[in-house]
T-cell receptor, first 117, second 110 residues
């Protein structure tokens, strides 16, 4: 099946710093990737849709200047959490849409656990 | 507002029995439906995709879709303790985004 990687898997940072998370589709091209956030014991929350070569589309209530998304190639999207604060601590997960499958299923990366001190 | 509904559970099933997970959706025009499994602390993993009315089988898993009644279900035969997880139902919406149910926690008791 399609493989999506994320890096780093875990990051601890001080309040006020910026953190970059990479999402890569390893064996397929992904024109569209999605970024989610999940707090403990809660549902997945879609943050934004990342489109290769164009601006990301953010969900209502998600600050685009705080969560910067760049989708510079067909296999890489990055999420940068700028000036992170403790309330940004969460599990960030990306998914990628595989155009090579008949119905363009979404496959998830393993996630990045962010802890802001 | 398009919605996907699941019973949050937990659903407790004896080992070796059939686990039945159900999901209903509000948008009658929906065409693509997915079941994901999520272990605690991990990301979701695609289990089944279904697009046509009827049953689709893959190993111990069977997805069932009834568009007239707007429900999709997942059956797990010969349940194993390793099947204990949260099962997420998702329906494809516009722009290829997925509309998610809240998930059903399944517990397989040895």
């Amino acid at each position: 099946g399609a493989v999506v990687s994320q890096h780093p898997s875990r990051v601890i940072c001080k309040s006020g710093t910026s953190v970059k998370i990479e999402c890569r589709s390893l064996d397929f091209q992904a024109t569209t990737m999605f970024w989610y956030r999940q707090f403990p014991k809660q549902s997945l929350m879609l943050m934004a849709t990342s489109n290769e070569g164009s601006k990301a589309t953010y969900e209502q209530g998600v600050e685009k200047d705080k969560f910067l998304i760049n989708h510079a190639s067909l296999t890489l999207s990055t999420l940068t959490v700028t000036s992170a604060h403790p309330e940004d601590s969460s599990f960030y997960i990306c998914s990628a849409r595989d155009l090579g499958t008949k119905y363009n299923e979404q496959f998830f990366g393993p996630g990045t656990r962010l802890t802001v001190l | 507002q398009k919605e996907v509904e699941q019973n949050s559970g937990p659903l407790s099933v004896p080992e070796g029995a059939i686990a039945s997970l159900n999901c209903t959706y509000s948008d009658r025009g929906s065409q693509s439906f997915f079941w994901y499994r999520q272990y605690s602390g991990k990301s979701p993993e695609l289990i089944m995709s279904i697009y046509s009315n009827g049953d689709k089988e893959d190993g111990r898993f069977t997805a069932q879709l009834n568009k007239a009644s707007q429900y999709v279900s997942l059956l797990i035969r010969d349940s194993q303790p390793s099947d204990s997880a949260t099962y997420l139902c998702a329906v494809r919406g516009s722009n290829y985004q997925l509309i998610w149910g809240a998930g059903t926690k399944l517990i397989i008791k040895p």
